[in-house]
């Protein structure tokens, strides 16, 4: 954590340069500049500097575009982490879990039949539920019970009848969590993944590429004067927007792409096996497609464009430097005019 004496030389700096630039001294402005004089967020500094060099005016939407693309997004994960947490602590789900367990308890206590190591893996389960912590830690004590049940079902013929029940409530439960999983892991206005499932989907693509060393690429897209639209038209039509663009990257996509609404008017894209010049081709058409599909407001047209920048997973690569270049290609294309895209 920085001291009170780095915080204070930084805010010397901050205050002045805002001044000087004709920045509006606001928290969200004062929090971008804190951070590029800071230097510990180098993408926010290379895309800074960029601007500075070429002359690039900070007015007020591009000083919202860079608060939204640097911090919002954090904070809806969080905030979607705070979702996923909050579900796996249910009482409803955790309820079930547990009458299960202590329903079958009863049952094999009032049985002849030996069961006593089944029996002690429901205690210990039963025991574990109190220290659940998320959604994977459920999904894999139901999926340790229905293994354990269906294996004393085979070997018991008395309780067979209980614990087949007892099976297919768990079963129930698994499917329901697993619902409640994919729920979590969907943007609920564009029905496309959302930035958590994002985050696993890229890890899972990383890995892939650093086994296999099979072509990946990402790409960012960004809706242009999506401010202005909200101004102008109001939030409805830029949610109706931004699931106008959704459904045009699903029609464009194949089935093996990944397609997720990172934070606000922002998308992101997994290509596999896709090189980058293959994966410009594709965004590319993309931006093309939008451009060229009308969206109407009340019987009016009203023109969309994005801006598209890629990255193709290269060796050596982390995940948070191709989500970095990918961003930096995406800000080379805004500030080239917008309506295009970009590749590193």
């Not at 004062?30 to 004089?37: A, C, G, H």
């Not at 049985?111 to 539920?129: A, D, K, P, T, W």
């Not at 699931?243 to 290509?271: M, P, T």
């Not at 969206?295 to 290269?314: A, P, Q």
């Amino acid at each position: 954590m920085d001291d009170y004496k780095t915080i204070t030389e930084i805010a010397r700096k901050v205050i002045p340069f805002l001044s000087k630039k004709g920045i509006p001294l606001t928290p969200k402005n004062y929090r971008i500049w804190f951070e590029y004089f800071h230097g510990i967020m180098s993408d926010i500094k290379e895309i800074l500097d960029d601007m500075l060099n070429r002359g690039i005016p900070f007015t007020t939407e591009k000083n919202e575009e860079l608060y939204a693309r640097f911090f919002e997004r954090d904070i809806e994960k969080e905030d979607v982490e705070k979702r996923l947490s909050e579900i796996a602590a249910s009482e409803d789900i955790r309820k079930r879990i547990e009458d299960s367990i202590v329903k079958t308890i009863k049952d094999i206590f009032l049985s002849s039949e030996s069961v006593g190591s089944y029996n002690e893996i429901l205690h210990q389960h039963f025991r574990n539920m109190a220290d659940v912590k998320n959604i994977d830690e459920i999904r894999f004590i139901v999926s340790s019970l229905i293994k354990e049940t269906s294996e004393t079902i085979k070997s018991n013929s008395k309780t067979h009848e209980e614990l087949q029940k007892t099976a297919k409530e768990l079963e129930d439960v698994r499917k329901n969590l697993h619902e409640v999983q994919m729920e979590a892991r969907t943007d609920s206005l564009t029905g496309l993944n959302n930035r958590l499932a994002f985050d696993e989907k890229v890890k899972e693509e990383m890995e892939r590429f650093n086994r296999y060393k099979i072509p990946c690429s990402v790409a960012m897209i960004d809706i242009d004067h999506f401010k202005n639209l909200n101004d102008t038209y109001g939030h409805t039509i830029g949610d109706k927007a931004l699931v106008h663009v959704s459904k045009e990257l699903v029609k464009n996509l194949r089935k093996i792409d990944f397609a997720a609404r990172y934070g606000g008017e922002e998308f992101a894209i997994i290509l596999p096996s896709t090189a980058i010049k293959d994966a410009a081709i594709v965004i590319e058409k993309i931006r093309q497609e939008i451009f060229d599909t009308d969206f109407l407001i009340k019987d009016k047209s009203v023109e969309i464009t994005v801006s598209g920048g890629v990255k193709e997973f290269c060796d050596e690569d982390t995940i948070a430097h191709v989500i970095e270049k990918a961003d930096q290609a995406l800000y080379l294309a805004k500030n080239s005019g917008r309506n295009q895209v970009k590749a590193l």
